[in-house]
Every structure is written in structure tokens, then in C-alpha cells.
């Protein structure tokens, strides 16, 4: 297992680590971002943020809406009301008309009355002013926060990460001991951006990485 | 020099880009300049931000110490190049010398610390990564208010912060005969005071896991020093004592030695003046009288000099006092937002610093804050000085200030020039905090709408609408009598009473209300965490934003001397933009990626 550690820094190693660069050389940027340039095959840190706040769900499209939500429910009705009553009074009216032909009888009955109402009612109160904006507004507030503190975090982790790579590219372990340290601190990186991203980072990361 | 150049215009750069109006005058007690006086940020380049106590050297100001919570760096040419010369380690207390002199101290601990930087690497300093976001607390989710919100990271004089600040590192120098007393949170160290690189930092082994606030040679070369625990005497074997006189546990946080002048053929009298968190103490080194300061007598007091005219200044929980030679009389007592820490200018006028900034007392005037140029008033020590332009030096949680004549614009200029270069198509400082301010939830613009929108809001009404109809079917029958039956004859369906109606109520009860107690209370609330926000972003992006312009500009400056300091200042730069993109919601660009509203 520790051979296999060893092994797998040393590779890297190698496979990363340029000559040594003299202080003076005026190359220095250029071979310092060539390093840098060994890792461009792994995630961009904007990339595990966007990840790891997909997870938490506090992205800001999540929310960027609810202000103008709150505020535009208010152009609905705040009440609808619809009534519809049918009355059957059986009230009759008997009216007898006699003529020189005789008596004829005339029964008139008034009978079902229909009655329809509907009423809508709106709080323009609220289109100018809308406590739910208010709520709305302190929730947005907490899941920023919640977020920067995600996101801060992740890059804190991310970049202690790197750090690590660069310290392996630029001297590359010589003993077991601080191979399998080096390489266990890296792991124990990775399993943390992990945790933040649901998997994702491991996912994205190339084999040998 | 070469070098050296570039540091200093970043400095000035800064300065400049900094007096952008990102933020507006706030309003409170008379701030004005003094003298055309400017405050200017400037410090090691390694580190910008959390100093915590300077020093000038008395007999030549243009040495400074700066220490911060890992680290002391000395100058010797007046702030343009410094030279490391003590770094502590934040978790311990225990140093880790890098030179190869002194004591070298291994914290067990150490080896199993996962957060420690690797073996052999020097690519991160502690102090080179700002940390915003190690705050001390968030707002909770549990929705309560504002005033019961104990999560509140600062109070109304921002002592919170100091307090934090001043937990960890270096809390004062001293500097005494041919060594620079380092006073820190755990223990005391000492430094040659030539000393301009590591190596000659020695660890006194004494209360290391204690906090020494200051330190003083008293009468008969006995050695005092001011701790958390009461004060203390340092034998020569270098054992502490406690002095059993001073209250037990009563912290004490400056010493002076003040000589009264001989008068006729009296000898002068030597006395220790000793700033106390329960009141002032004086006394001859063996015995201490409590000094009576009149209504606030067990004041918390954070700092005691001694004036040219030989007057006392003591200052602490936000009063400045000047007591007469003698100590025993508060000829004044003066309220000072804020004042922690007092210092005697080039002109022998007072200075103090604290929480709100910095004030200067002059006989006309009182007390006149003096922040031009001073973008976060947040110090926590001050230093005198002469030498050169400079009059005075601070230091805060944005690092290391000095007081300057305003003519140093001369660069501005060339600064302008500079800045544009290094940092053009990235947004500004302005722009960044803008842009940061847009992403939180609520802003203050939004909450002062709403109040408008509030006491306005009652001008419309509750609007109903009504419709109704009422439809009548009537049927008329006839009566045959002859075939005893009924025929319907006719039916009519007729509408009745059809009615449309449309009614509006206005309340005026709101506006009654909103007129005696003024906004509803969620809306103060309100107003009150969108001020916490602004101040919030503030505190936490423009100090970040700074940062990362200040390490731009030296990176493209500078030739970095070695690949590793290359890396180190690429990843560093880096880290700044992802954290600097998280707190804009996306919008600052990383590593030269296009941002969210296409900048860069």
C-alpha cells in the first residue's frame, strides 16, 4: 500500500516537476503557470462552486425571482367570490276572468328564481407595499449567507488542495512517510469537496489525479 | 530598489483607488482633516490586513515594528521595506523560528495538525491568505430579531471585532534599552533591537500560555509585567511573581513609570502608573492605590503615556482622561468613541485610536476624528512619529496606516496610470462592492423604498367588485274547466335587480399609525440588517478586493524570485478572485474567465 503511495507521487511527480528554475531566470511566471497548467484537466474552481451550491441549493437562480414574485402576486384578486342561488317561491297568484261566454280561470304561478353573483376583491395596498417582499427579502438573506459560507469554504478547501499538487510538481516526495502523508491529505481534500458537491468533484476529477 | 519602487506605488495606488467614493461620509461627530493630513495604507507586502500593535523606535522613528497575529516585521527606512523578524504559530503560541538563532520551539501538536502547510513549504504564509470569512458568526436562521440576535458580530462600538482581533498575536511592543518586548496572547518574547531578520527572537519563559499586555523597567531595574493575571515581576533567575498587592486577577493592561520632576530639594519620585480593567492603579512597585475617576471609578482602561508636560493619559471604554503629573487628580475626562489606545503626536498634541478611528485633541477644537483616506476604522494601536513626512502610525484590521501630508497625490498620476494598466478590464472597488451589495438579499436602497412605499401605500384602496343578476321565470297557466286541466300559456324569463357594483375602502389606519410610531416594525428591523449587510460587505469585500489589487499590481510589477513565490502568488490571487466571485454572486471574473456580467 505505502509502495503503491510512493509510487503514485513519484509519478507525479515526474510527471510534473520541471527543472529547476534559477531566481534569475526571467521565465520564471511562464514556468510557474506551466505548472499550474498540469491541473487544467481538473475542474475549474467556478465550476465545483457551481456544483457544490446545485447541491446545497442555494444557487441564486433559485431565488433571484421571489422578489418580483412577491410582489406581482398581488395583481391577482386577493378574493374571489361566486354565488349562484336558485329560489322556488311557489307562490301562485289565481286570478278568475269571467265573460259573457262563460267563466274561464287563469292560474299564474311566479315560480324559480335564479340568482347569480360573483364579487372579486383586490388590496391595491399591496402592489405598493407587500410585507411578503419583506419575508422574502430576510430569506434571500440567510441562504446568501448560507451560500457564501458554502462557497468560501469549498475554495478554501480547493486551493488547500492545489497547494498540495504544486508543493508535490515542485518537490516531489522522497520518502515514503511524507508520500503517503502528502497523498492522504490530498484524498482527505478530495472527500471533503465531495461531500460538498454530492460526489460531483471525485466524478470530475481524472483517474490518477 | 528596483523592487521597492513598485511597493510603494502600489501603496500610493491604492490610496487612490481606494478614495473612489465607494462610501459616503457617515454621519456623526466632527470629521474633518487635520492639516491637510491623509491617512495612507501601507505595510508589508506579505501581509495587508489584521495588524495588531506598532511601534517607532523613541530614538529613531523611522524604525517601525508592526506585528499581526503570526508575525513581526521591522522596517528600518520608514515603511518602504520591511524584513521579517519573529513569526509565532497562531495555534500554539509557540514560535517557529525561521532563522537560525534563538530558541527554536516544536509544538507537538504540530506534526498532527491536518490544516498545517506541508513539509519543507513556504508557498502559503499564514498570514498571506485574508480570511473574511473567518467571522466570528452568521446571522442564524431561526428569524429573530436583530436585537436578540446573538450572532451579532459587532456591537455599537465594534468592540467585538477588536476583541477578536486582539485575541491572538502580538498585542503591544515595548521597546527597552537593547531589546524589543514582544507582548502577546500567549507569553512574552523578546528581540534585539537591531534585529532586522529572523533569528534573534527569544521566547521568556514565562506564562506562556498567558497574556502579557505590557511590560516596564521600574524603579531599581525590577522588571514588571502587565498580564492578564495582575501584574508580575520578572526576577532575574526569570521566574515571574505575582504581586500580591494588586487585586488578584485584575487584568492589567499598560504600565508606565512616571517621574514626578524634583522639586526644590526633594528627590523626584518615581511611581508605576498601572492601567487596570478594573480602574487605574498607582503605586511605587510594592504597593498600589486605587485612583478615583470620578463617575466611571473601575473603568476598563487600555492604555497609559506619559505627555511631554508630564500630564497622564489613560484611555479606555471610550473616554480619553488627562490627569495631572502627580496622577492622583482627572484634570479631564473627555468621551472618545472608541478610544483604546493614546500616543503623543509630532506637535505634542494626543492622539487616540480605537474602534471608530482615530481623534486628535486640540485646545480649539476638542476632539476631531481624522479619517481621510482611512477606509476602515477599526485600529487597535497607534505610534508617534517624526521622521520624515510621516506624523503618525496606526494600525487596524486593514492593515498598516501612516498619517501624511496630502501632497503625496503628487503621484496620482503616475498611480492612475499604474493601476489602469494591472487592472484594467477587472471591475473596480467600487464596482465590486456594488456588485457584492446586488447579491445579498436586501439592500438599503430597498428598505428606504419601502418605507416610502409604506406611508404611501394607504393612498389606494381595497377594490371590490360586484356582479349580480337576478333572473325571474314566470309561467302563466290556463284553466280549462271543461277538460279540468292546465295549459301552460306563457313563460317569461326577466331579469331583475341586476346589479354591477364597484366599491373602494380606504383604510387610513396605516398612515394614522405610520405617522405616530413611524415605520412598522419589521421594516426597522429590516432597515437595521440591510445596515448590518452594507456594513457587513464593507467589512468583508473592499478589505478582500484591496488585497487582491495590491498583490495584482506587485505580481505584474515584480519578477517573483523563484517558481515557488510565482505559485504562491498565483494561487493566492486566485483564491482572492473565487472568494471575491462568491461574495459578488458570480459576478467578478476568475483566472481571466468571463464573470456573469461579462466583465474581463
Redesign the interface.
Known sequence: MIRKFLQAASVMGLMVV?AP?H?DD?Q??A???R??AQFDNEP???QV?QAASSYARVN?DS?DSWMTSARLANLLPKRLYG?MRNTNTDSKDLRTTTASSG???????????????????????????N?D??AA?????????Q???L???V??L???R???Q??IA??PPTSVD?AV??QL?IQ?LTADLDALTGGWFSKHVPKGS | MGRLLPIRLVGVALCLALSAPVWAAEPGPATTRASDLVWEPIGPVTTSAGMTAVATDPEDTRVIWVGSATSVWVSEDGGTSWNLVLQLSRASGLAREAGDGGEVEVDPDEATDPDAPPEGSDIFEEDTFVDPTNRNSRDDDDGDDDSTDSNSDQDDDGSADNDQQQRFGVTRFRILQDKVWVCTSHGLWSIARSARRTGTGTEVRFGRRMAVNDVARGPDKRFFLATERGLWQLGDDGIGRQLPQVEDEVEVNAIQVVTSAAVADAKPVTRIVLATSRGLRIGDGDRFEHISMGAKDDAGLDDVIVEPNGHIAVAGGGTVYRMDPSGSVVDEAWPVPGASRVAVGRQGQLWTVGSKGAWKYTADEGWVRTVEGLFDRRLVDVAPSDAGDVNLWVVGRAGLWRLVPETAKVFQSQMAALQARTLAGYPDSSKTVHDALEARGVKQSQVDSWVIEERLAWLLPHVFLQYRTNRVRNEDYVTIDVLDRQILDAVEVKPQDDEFRIEARWDLMPALLAAINGSEARVASTRGRARKQQERVREVVLPLWQTWAKKRMEYETNEPASTREALRDLLTLAKLEADLHVYTGGRFPVGGAKSKNGAK
Request: net charge positive.
Open positions: 520541471a528554475v531566481a526571467p520564471i511566471k514556468e510557474a503557470q505548472i499550474l475549474k474552481i467556478v462552486q441564486p431565488y354565488h267563466s274561464v280561470s287563469d292560474l299564474t304561478s311566479n315560480d324559480d328564481q335564479l340568482q347569480l353573483e360573483v364579487r372579486l376583491e383586490w388590496d391595491l395596498t399591496k402592489v405598493v407595499f410585507r417582499g419583506i427579502a430576510r430569506q434571500i438573506e440567510r441562504i446568501v449567507n451560500r457564501e459560507d462557497l468560501t469554504t475554495n478554501k480547493y486551493f488547500a492545489r497547494q498540495l504544486v508543493e515542485l518537490d511524507r502523508k502528502t491529505r482527505g
